[in-house]
Nanobody
Framework: QVQLQESGPGLVKPSQTLSLTCTVSGDSITSTYYYWTWIRQPPGKGLEWMGTIGWSGSTYFRPSLKSRTSISRDTSKNQFTLQLSSVTPDDTAVYYC????????????????WGQGTQVTVSS
């Protein structure tokens, strides 16, 4: 059974960098053709695809967030990490990590496995 678990701070100050890690069990983040993604949901709004790292290490980002977003991975720990810089209160959201077969961006039904989500609040 594939499981994903998000971890990171629940509160971040404006202008700081948010760092969240997704720990994966039951599958390898290098498994061929699988993609590992960060998605968020601001309060009262829909899901928002943020970025993806593929099995080969290639990364893809939402254009509006590209200048502030990076995704890296630690294959020895089977983890991938989101960093979002210069956060503002608009970045307050529940952040999810998910897995899809093939690159799926915002086709949320393609993500068969999700973490439970972690609330991040940006506030001074």
């Amino acid at each position: 059974q594939v499981q994903l678990q998000e971890s990171g701070p629940g509160l971040v100050k404006p202008s700081q960098t948010l760092s969240l890690t997704c720990t994966v069990s039951g599958d390898s983040i290098t498994s061929t053709y699988y993609y590992w993604t960060w998605i968020r949901q601001p309060p009262g709004k829909g899901l928002e695809w943020m970025g993806t790292i593929g099995w080969s290490g290639s990364t893809y980002f939402r254009p509006s967030l590209k200048s502030r977003t990076s995704i890296s991975r630690d294959t020895s720990k089977n983890q991938f990490t989101l960093q979002l810089s210069s956060v503002t209160p608009d970045d307050t959201a529940v952040y999810y990590c998910g897995r899809s077969l093939l690159y799926s961006r915002a086709r949320y039904t393609a993500y068969k496995y999700w973490g439970q989500g972690t609330q991040v609040t940006v506030s001074s």
